[in-house]
């Protein structure tokens, strides 16, 4: 399967205006964002939802697992992480996610460098936030690897940011308000990613919060 495959081009997607695609295991839906093969075998960016009490059977994933909780308890053999957590399970990783109250993850599957072996658990709800590259937008730093950099950002109302160059790319979900470029408006749930290149200016009127990975695509 093929979903916004080619990492040279820009990809948009308003996911909250896409219908939910039932995944192999009942009760478990998807918003497919991209897709470079098939089910564990290649690349894939979505937004999951598990209805209550619904579970994935145990895997492995060959090349990493990424998530960021949206709504709800996400679980494994591991732990419990709630909304706000954000995880990464290395290359060789195996679990069984499943859900006793429901779960919404932003979730990106085979694509860890090969050498990034590091098991990250973040509770994103304590962390501090620092300065961000404009006046008016707050930083949380979640990973860096080589050139890629995973972060949240909190934009105030009324906050601009210049054109500048993204020598590795930029992936963005809008975790939360509204934000604008020259080429559109994008609302909660909005994903985003820019190849290698020049970033357009943005703006938030009344502020937004974001994931935003760089460095990746290059």
């Known amino acids: 399967m093929q979903i916004n495959a080619d990492l040279s081009q820009r990809a948009v997607l308003r996911t909250e205006e896409m219908d939910w695609v039932d995944s192999p295991m009942a009760g478990v839906k998807r918003r497919?964002?991209?897709r470079d093969g098939k089910d564990g075998d290649r690349r894939a960016t979505s937004v999951v939802r598990y209805a209550?009490?619904?579970?994935?059977?145990?895997?492995?994933?060959?090349g990493g697992e990424e998530f960021?909780?949206?709504?709800?308890?996400f679980s494994d053999d591991q732990a419990d992480y709630p909304a706000g957590t954000y995880v990464r399970n290395?290359?060789?990783s195996r679990h069984t996610p499943q859900s006793r109250e429901g779960t919404t993850i932003f979730v990106?599957?085979?694509?860890?460098?090969?050498?990034?072996?590091?098991?990250v658990v973040i509770d994103t709800r304590t962390q501090l936030w620092?300065?961000?590259?404009?006046?008016?937008v707050q930083v949380m730093p979640?990973?860096?690897?080589?050139?890629?950099?995973?972060?949240?950002?909190?934009?105030?109302?009324?906050?601009?940011?210049?054109?500048?160059?993204?020598?590795?790319?930029?992936?963005?979900?809008?975790?939360?308000?509204?934000?604008?470029?020259?080429?559109?408006?994008?609302?909660k749930g909005a994903w985003l990613r820019n190849p290698p290149g020049?970033?357009?200016?943005?703006?938030?009127r009344d502020g937004c919060d974001l994931y935003v990975k760089t460095g990746h695509l290059g």
């Open 32 to 34: 497919m964002l991209e």
């Open 52 to 62: 209550p009490n619904s579970r994935f059977s145990p895997h492995t994933h060959g």
């Open 68 to 73: 960021l909780v949206l709504a709800g308890t």
């Open 90 to 92: 290395p290359p060789g």
């Open 108 to 119: 990106k599957l085979q694509q860890f460098a090969p050498d990034d072996g590091k098991h």
């Open 130 to 136: 620092i300065a961000g590259p404009a006046a008016g």
């Open 142 to 187: 979640l990973h860096t690897h080589g050139p890629e950099q995973v972060v949240l950002q909190h934009w105030n109302a009324g906050t601009r940011m210049a054109r500048r160059d993204q020598e590795g790319g930029e992936e963005i979900f809008v975790l939360d308000g509204i934000l604008e470029d020259e080429h559109g408006s994008y609302p």
């Open 198 to 204: 020049t970033t357009p200016e943005r703006w938030s």
